[in-house]
């Protein structure tokens, strides 16, 4: 998802001279292209996340698009008051873009795991909140990010997310149907799909057959949505993100208020795990959230 | 159009009503900047309703929020009557400067240290634009305890802004205690010229030397203006204690006699 969305955004960037892309000192071999095609867009400011935030948060507020990039906590947790004053307070179209979200920089250390970011983001007034499956969600969540001149969280994976495209070819909105199915929902957020599709093949050969549903976009409106397609039914929430505050207390919450019908479990990571180190998927399964965790969970939930 | 001196003198008196009236707290700090944002605002600043055609000015040190709404009502930017207002329920006009409902406001400020990077933005975004507008913020001397004003005075020279201009207002108190009590920051002109950029010291009750400071352009520049925090009461000058006391009615009146005497 990093590279697509590099690359997606310099298409964008080429035709819209708004567009930013200012780093804090990362992104080797990644920005490259960028740096090189639109010199004039691409700003490296060091290592300074604060400050960093502050200044584009100050281009915002005089028309530019930018876009901070860094790896996940340090756009988000080093700054979060710059985030909340400068840019969403303020209502500056200030993108942050977070690289590596969930465990995607398993192996550096806990500095490096973004796993509370949705929780932390998602308080915040006016910020949107976007966490794409793959690089056609990237494609999308990005131009819907540019439709509007709002705060806007972007959440990618580090790299390597299968495409859902090979298995799912519609068009799509701020849901998208990945599998269809009748026997309830199992609805994920983010680059966590490859590990739902493998719990499907799993739940298959016991006669269960939910609809998968990719939610690259965490608003109001995406869960209502979602808690619609759901009514008499049962949903599995997925995320590569801590339980407390995150996309599945997201539908939680809405359920209540809503008042639905809807029989809601939850699988995420394990707050007691977060000094493991690891490659992303080792730390995937030290976490529990493997295909037979989800499958297990679901079928309990279905049963 | 007042002059800078007259809009300094109806200033001091409003804000300390204001801070009275309202029970707010950092009258001192209010008093020590009014001369600087009466000059800016009187002779230097350039402010139409379009942002692209105006310079722009931060206050950083929010909480001179009472110092900063009477200059902006002396000089013709915000109605007088709307002084009135300050602190009270529903008021636009809080204890720390907010930009909503307040278009004259570019940014809520209140913690230390936003600003100057924020500033930095704006001035990086003139710069890009080719715009002939400028970018000054106003900060007080405790915010350069903040990181963030280290960092931005790496980036602001890194970035080549000429257009930026900070003022520091260096009262020598912060909350609890004097600066260097607190964590020293002297030599502090020099610090910032070791960041490169251009160091002007002045007497930050001087108007001349304030206008004269404010007109350099080859920046980024860094005004250090020697301030008294509570300038123009006697009782509340160098003192902490004024950092968070409201005058009751005695002072008050105690206070304005004073201002009126001294014509300041």
Known sequence: ?303 | MNSSIDVALRSRLSAVKMASLAKASHIGSSLSIIDILAVLYTDILSITENAETSDSIIISKGHASAGTYSVLAHSGHIPLELLESYGQDGSTLGGHVTHSGNPRIELSTGSLGHGIPYGLGIALAQKKNGSNFRTFVVVSDGECDEGTTWESALMANHFQLSNLTIIIDRNRIQSLSGTENTIALEPLAEKWSAFKWKVINVNGHSHSELKEAMNEKNGPVCIIAETIKGKGVSFMENEVLWHYRPPNEDELLAAIKEIKKNNL
């Open chain 1, 1 to 303: 998802m990093r590279n697509s969305f590099a690359k997606e955004l310099l298409k964008l960037a080429i035709d819209d001279p708004s567009i930013l892309l200012i780093t804090g000192d990362l992104g080797f071999g990644v920005l490259d292209d960028f740096a090189q095609t639109l010199p004039n867009q691409y700003i490296n400011s060091g290592i300074n996340e604060q400050s960093m935030m502050s200044m584009a948060a100050g281009l915002a507020s005089r028309g530019y698009r930018p876009f901070v990039y860094s790896i996940g906590n340090f756009p988000t947790f080093r700054c979060l008051e710059q985030i909340r004053n400068d840019v969403c307070y303020m209502d500056n179209a200030v993108t942050v873009v977070s690289i590596g979200a969930g465990l995607g920089y398993g192996n550096l250390g806990y500095s490096h795991h973004t796993i509370e970011d949705i929780s932390v983001m998602r308080a915040l007034p006016n910020m949107r909140i976007f966490s794409p499956g793959d690089s056609d969600e990237v494609l999308f969540v990005l131009n819907k990010i540019l439709v509007d001149t709002k705060p806007a969280y972007l959440r990618l994976g580090k790299g390597g997310e299968k495409n859902l495209n090979s298995i799912c070819k519609d068009s799509f909105s701020d849901l998208r149907e990945i599998i269809s199915g009748d026997d309830g929902v199992i609805a994920f957020t983010g680059g966590i799909g490859t590990r739902v599709l493998d719990a499907i093949e799993l739940l298959k050969k016991d006669g269960i057959e939910p609809k998968v549903i990719s939610v690259p976009v965490l608003s109001d409106n995406s869960i209502l949505s979602l808690l619609n397609i759901c009514q008499n039914k049962v949903l599995l929430t997925v995320e590569e993100h801590l339980l407390k505050g995150g996309f599945g207390s997201m539908v939680l919450e809405m359920a209540a208020e809503q008042g639905s019908d809807c029989k809601i479990s939850r699988i995420g990571l394990d707050p007691n795990l977060i000094s493991k180190l690891g490659s992303q998927q080792f730390l995937l399964d030290e976490h529990g959230l493997t295909s037979v965790a989800i499958f297990q969970k679901f079928k309990s939930l279905y049963t």
